[in-house]
């Protein structure tokens, strides 16, 4: 009884029979790693790309940031009337903050010029200072604030006490 329950083979024939299946299931296993792989590769590349993107902004931020600066700061520098202090402006969507200074030297006969622009910057703000995580951490995410500063200095001369030629 027991030789009629189990599978007649010829004997030449091998005992993997049932290679076909085997073959049929590695396959399988091979597209799986496959699939994998590209996943990982979709996943890097989609990463490398947002960095891309957000390196670009920023950069865009900050040209945009170092224009507006040097604008106000030739305006100190000229002693235009018309120099605001203190002014928002917004460009392309962003709004930049620039306060200007001038202080004058006692026993000296300059003015120290200083201009900040101020900015919200894109991208992610975990692990920011104030933002995401750590024991005071309201749990909402501050912006990040860009800063661009310049210094100069001018004389304090009056403009009508100027040289003459002779």
Not at 96 to 124: C, F, K, N
Not at 149 to 165: E, I, K, N, Y
Request: with cysteine; charged share 10%.
């Amino acid at each position: 009884m027991k030789a009629a329950s189990a599978k007649c083979r010829a004997p030449g024939q091998p005992s993997h029979a049932n290679s076909g299946r085997t073959a049929q299931g590695m396959a399988l296993i091979e597209a799986l790693v496959a699939s994998a792989v590209l996943g990982i590769g979709l996943a890097a590349a989609t990463r490398l790309t947002l960095h891309t993107l957000l390196t670009a902004s920023e950069t865009r931020q900050h040209t945009v940031a170092l224009a507006l600066a040097l604008d106000a700061m030739d305006c100190l520098q000229s002693s235009r009337s018309g120099c605001s202090l203190q002014a928002p402006t917004t460009v392309q969507g962003t709004t930049y903050r620039i306060q200007s200074q001038v202080q004058t030297r006692s026993g000296l006969a300059l003015e120290d010029l200083q201009v900040r622009v101020q900015w919200p910057t894109v991208g992610p703000t975990l692990g920011a200072t104030g933002g995401g995580f750590g024991g005071n951490s309201t749990g909402q995410a501050q912006p990040r604030m860009g800063e661009l500063t310049l210094h100069s200095s001018r004389d304090a001369v009056p403009v009508w006490l100027g040289v003459s030629l002779p």
